[in-house]
T-cell receptor
Framework: AQSVTQLDSQVPVFEEAPVELRCNYSSSVSVYLFWYVQYPNQGLQLLLKYLSGSTLVKGINGFEAEFNKSQTSFHLRKPSVHISDTAEYFCAVTLSGASGGSYIPTFGRGTSLIVHP | DAMVIQNPRYQVTQFGKPVTLSCSQTLNHNVMYWYQQKSSQAPKLLFHYYDKDFNNEADTPDNFQSRRPNTSFCFLDIRSPGLGDAAMYLC???????????????FGPGTRLTVT
């Protein structure tokens, strides 16, 4: 069974500073990788996804993530955060079709990004 | 806009009084999911439907049931809510397991359930 590790439960940062939210996964086979954002009292919204191809993926709201197969990581980054980026961020992994496929994602426990003025 | 809709957004029920939460989608997706999310935790999958095929997670309590009368609608029934069932309930959809699908999920805004 695959697992997803988000080591940081909370990441406080000042406005306009860069941020990195870490995500590592355990699967040794081909995977699809996702980052979702959840604002208070709302559902999850897809930020970006890696399916194949370029390892650097750009998403909405200025976020990007880099897939590193050797380190089984998919860290999320933003060069300059805003107050409005304060939210919960979830990393998720599914097995790709090449790995037999499973449309059920495994979620990390989430990282709370807190942006201070 | 195609979307996932959940009603109501906030639901208050009494201990032991049955409650039904609803979800509808205009995406025509094959798969619909129900998640339970408690404060500061990841969503926990309760069950999902692939078309009409129901898939229950092994640790989902019997107190939770689901119905999917057609492609667009899915319901979560909690037969006898306990205080521990107070949570946010999220409905999500995805296209399913087809070549080229990326399996990304589309979430509704959630229903926050309070049990008094």
């Amino acid at each position: 069974a695959q697992s997803v590790t988000q080591l940081d439960s909370q990441v406080p940062v000042f406005e306009e500073a860069p941020v990195e939210l870490r995500c590592n996964y355990s699967s040794s086979v081909s995977v699809y990788l996702f980052w979702y954002v959840q604002y208070p009292n709302q559902g999850l919204q897809l930020l970006l996804k890696y399916l194949s191809g370029s390892t650097l993926v750009k998403g909405i709201n200025g976020f990007e993530a880099e897939f590193n197969k050797s380190q089984t990581s998919f860290h999320l980054r933003k060069p300059s955060v805003h107050i409005s980026d304060t939210a919960e961020y979830f990393c998720a992994v599914t097995l790709s079709g090449a790995s037999g496929g499973s449309y059920i994602p495994t979620f990390g426990r989430g990282t709370s990004l807190i942006v201070h003025p | 806009d195609a979307m996932v809709i959940q009603n109501p957004r906030y639901q208050v029920t009494q201990f032991g009084k049955p409650v039904t939460l609803s979800c509808s989608q205009t995406l025509n997706h094959n798969v619909m999911y129900w998640y339970q999310q408690k404060s500061s935790q990841a969503p926990k999958l309760l069950f999902h439907y692939y078309d009409k095929d129901f898939n229950n997670e092994a640790d989902t309590p019997d107190n939770f049931q689901s119905r999917r009368p057609n492609t667009s609608f899915c319901f979560l029934d909690i037969r006898s809510p306990g205080l521990g069932d107070a949570a946010m309930y999220l409905c999500a959809t995805s296209r399913g397991y087809n070549p080229g699908d990326s399996y990304e999920q589309y979430f509704g805004p959630g229903t926050r359930l309070t049990v008094t």
